[in-house]
């Protein structure tokens, strides 16, 4: 197993966590297998999110090795997010709530995904980024352009995709 | 007895979920007051008593670590027991908080019955969140 395997693998078990944990969703990889299902044939298995109402939080890490992240959910992911983590109905959810849960989202994936890679350092994480309709907007770090991880997931017709770039300190 | 907690997070959506276990676990809650960072956690304290708070670390303004730092001097707060629940999991970052005075310490992401075990230890009630504590106490059994 390679270290970037090991690495990716880390980063999808702290992603099921928080969607398990905390908005009571099941994600499903997104690979090669669904060419030609239909919801391949919906969201695309190239970059996956594009609707009006698509958004994108970003956030970036610094310690030992150092990076950058970013979630794109499509808008019906968020607001099954949101009606999940706040028991709430679908008429009740707000764009704050959206906001809020799509950025704690991004928080707790890579809090989760730091202490599985080093659990006994104290890695900085900034405030997430939270955007509107990312497929109108470049990603937000010259690294994301090109990104050492891109990972897709579907969930009841919904799309997630994340994607992150690292590197060790001192590079 | 009835509690008044405080709940500290920069994320409405957090202090929500926080708030939506404490009172479906039977805690017997007098006022929850919330706040979005430590400073305003400060101004809270500075008009109401409050038995236990439940804070963030990452927050802006005062963060969590500085909160527990200005308790820990103020002799009228030192005594409160904290729970810190955050992302920043890692070993040295719960020594941290531990050696700041915190009592507990939850990792985000949480299910339910984390925080809601985590609490009982803290206010010292049993795992039904007092509820057998006040059915005694309203029978005369105390």
């Given at each position: 197993?390679?270290?970037?395997?090991?690495?990716?693998?880390?980063?999808i078990e702290a992603i099921f966590e928080v969607f398990e944990k905390m908005f009571y969703l099941s994600l499903e990889p997104?690979?090669?297998?669904?060419?030609?299902?239909?919801?391949?044939?919906?969201?695309?298995?190239?970059?996956?999110?594009?609707?009006?109402?698509?958004?994108?939080?970003?956030?970036?890490?610094?310690?030992?090795?150092?990076?950058?992240?970013?979630i794109?959910l499509?808008?019906?992911l968020t607001?099954m997010m949101?009606?999940n983590m706040?028991?709430?109905?679908?008429?009740?959810?707000?764009?704050?709530?959206?906001?809020?849960c799509s950025?704690e989202a991004a928080?707790m994936i890579?809090?989760n995904?730091?202490?599985?890679?080093?659990?006994?350092?104290?890695?900085?994480?900034?405030?997430?980024?939270?955007?509107?309709?990312?497929?109108?907007?470049?990603?937000?770090?010259?690294?994301?352009?090109?990104?050492?991880?891109?990972l897709?997931f579907v969930s009841n017709?919904e799309c997630l995709?994340v994607?992150?770039?690292?590197?060790?300190?001192?590079? | 007895?009835?509690?008044?907690?405080?709940?500290?997070?920069?994320?409405?959506?957090?202090?929500?979920?926080?708030?939506?276990?404490?009172?479906?676990?039977?805690?017997?809650?007098?006022?929850?007051?919330?706040?979005?960072?430590?400073?305003?956690?400060?101004?809270?304290?500075?008009?109401?008593?409050?038995?236990?708070?439940?804070?963030?670390?990452?927050?802006?303004?005062?963060?969590?670590?500085?909160?527990?730092?200005?308790?820990?001097?103020?002799?009228?707060?030192?005594?409160?027991?904290?729970?810190?629940?955050?992302?920043?999991?890692?070993?040295?970052?719960?020594?941290?908080?531990?050696?700041?005075?915190?009592?507990?310490?939850?990792?985000?992401p949480?299910?339910?019955?984390?925080?809601?075990?985590?609490?009982?230890?803290?206010?010292?009630?049993?795992?039904?969140?007092?509820?057998?504590?006040?059915?005694?106490?309203?029978?005369?059994?105390?």
């Amino acid at each position: 197993m390679t270290v970037d395997t090991k690495i990716e693998e880390m980063l999808i078990e702290a992603i099921f966590e928080v969607f398990e944990k905390m908005f009571y969703l099941s994600l499903e990889p997104l690979n090669a297998d669904h060419k030609g299902c239909d919801i391949a044939a919906i969201i695309g298995l190239d970059g996956s999110v594009r609707g009006e109402d698509d958004i994108a939080v970003t956030i970036n890490f610094d310690g030992s090795v150092r990076g950058e992240g970013q979630i794109s959910l499509s808008g019906g992911l968020t607001e099954m997010m949101a009606q999940n983590m706040l028991s709430l109905d679908a008429c009740e959810i707000t764009e704050k709530d959206i906001e809020d849960c799509s950025k704690e989202a991004a928080n707790m994936i890579w809090g989760n995904f730091l202490r599985k890679f080093n659990a006994d350092e104290a890695f900085n994480l900034s405030i997430p980024i939270f955007r509107r309709s990312p497929g109108a907007i470049p990603c937000q770090g010259p690294d994301l352009q090109n990104p050492m991880f891109r990972l897709n997931f579907v969930s009841n017709g919904e799309c997630l995709e994340v994607i992150m770039t690292m590197s060790d300190r001192n590079r | 007895m009835s509690f008044n907690i405080l709940v500290v997070d920069d994320s409405n959506s957090m202090r929500a979920v926080i708030k939506k276990v404490i009172f479906l676990s039977g805690f017997k809650v007098d006022r929850c007051f919330e706040a979005g960072n430590g400073r305003e956690a400060l101004a809270v304290l500075a008009d109401d008593w409050v038995d236990v708070i439940i804070s963030d670390i990452n927050m802006p303004e005062v963060n969590g670590l500085e909160l527990l730092n200005k308790l820990r001097q103020d002799i009228l707060y030192k005594e409160i027991p904290v729970v810190i629940v955050t992302t920043e999991g890692s070993n040295e970052r719960m020594e941290e908080v531990f050696n700041l005075g915190a009592k507990g310490f939850i990792k985000k992401p949480f299910f339910p019955e984390e925080l809601r075990r985590v609490l009982c230890q803290v206010i010292g009630v049993g795992d039904d969140g007092g509820y057998e504590d006040r059915r005694n106490a309203d029978r005369g059994d105390f």
